[in-house]
């Protein structure tokens, strides 16, 4: 039997904590069950409290006191830990049926998601054929603001495309809290960002050269690029105007646009229309819909359904 859950993942502030609330709101109101999984050992308010909490295994706090690491070291230290104790993650999941959503609220440390291969373990354990065999999808957040400093914003888009290689499992890419950039930008150009584009760091170089005005260092630079220094960023001239630093985030803009892969739905989780848009992409990724058994309505489904005739 299938079950069927999402890894709720992103940097630090990105609103996770609060999309798995309004998820789990949104679920209930639409009268389906979930299972919420807390993995986040640092992690202490809770709206809905987690039917699963990895502090109920280890804390954050417990360890960098004993163990004296600091934060980073502390977590990837936790999740080792919950790896040679995978049971406290498989008797609970076990026993749930398909018409469960699963869940799991990520902490958001972003080494998890890039280069260390904890997360990709624990993936492959809870989709492993044959064990609990759970459909994953990973809902990655990315804020909203991130879009007002392109650079920054393709960092984070580069953080997405780097957890979907990792992880190997559909992947649904979110721009959270979308109340805080609604007066800052235009509803079209903000649309432009929902499938990153080189053109989007081109188009900032640009104003950037305009706003040096026509007439400084024009005549230098010309004479740069004639002897063919003008490419190299390790040049201190290059450095201390942000050569370097433009070179490189178009290199990264480049990559992302060379593979294609990740395009950002938006949410705004005080809005169900948004949540459940949300939820639907989801759905569709892991195939629930499509596992569920048609059921025979209640006896109060039947009753509204009469009284509305």
Not at 42 to 65: G, N, R
Not at 195 to 211: C, K, T, V
Not at 249 to 276: C, H, P, T, W, Y
Request: some cysteine.
């Amino acid at each position: 039997m299938s079950k069927f859950g999402v890894v709720v993942m992103g940097p630090a502030g990105a609103g996770k904590t609060t999309f798995c609330t309004a998820l789990i709101q949104h679920l209930r109101h639409s009268k389906r069950s979930c299972f919420y999984i807390n993995l986040d050992p640092a992690a202490e308010d809770f709206t809905y409290e987690p039917d699963l909490d990895i502090k109920d295994l280890i804390t954050l706090e417990d360890v960098m006191e004993e163990m004296h690491l600091g934060p980073n070291g502390g977590l990837i230290y936790c999740f080792e830990f919950l790896l040679d104790n995978l049971d406290f993650l498989t008797e609970p999941i076990d026993p749930l049926s398909e018409e469960y959503l699963i869940i799991i609220d990520m902490p958001g440390q972003i080494e998890l998601y890039t280069h260390i291969p904890i997360l990709p373990t624990l993936v492959k354990h809870l989709t492993k054929t044959g064990s609990l065999h759970v459909n994953l999808c990973a809902a990655y957040l990315l804020e909203s603001s991130f879009v007002v400093d392109r650079a920054k914003f393709f960092a984070g888009t580069l953080s997405a495309m780097s957890a979907m290689l990792m992880l190997e499992i559909p992947h649904v890419n979110v721009l959270s809290k979308m109340d805080l950039v609604k007066d800052l930008m235009g509803r079209r150009e903000l649309k432009r960002f929902l499938d990153p584009d080189r053109s989007l760091l081109e188009e900032e170089d640009n104003d950037d050269d305009h706003g040096r005005g026509e007439g400084e260092g024009n005549g230098r630079d010309e004479k740069e690029r004639d002897e063919g220094g003008d490419d190299d960023p390790t040049r201190p001239k290059n450095v201390m105007r942000g050569r370097a630093f433009k070179q490189l985030n178009r290199a990264v803009a480049q990559l992302i646009n060379d593979f294609s892969m990740v395009s950002f739905l938006k949410l705004d989780v005080q809005d169900e229309d948004s949540v459940g848009a949300i939820l639907s992409y989801i759905d569709d990724a892991i195939q629930y819909h499509e596992a569920q058994e048609p059921r025979e309505p209640k006896n109060d489904e039947v009753q509204m359904g009469e009284w509305n005739e």
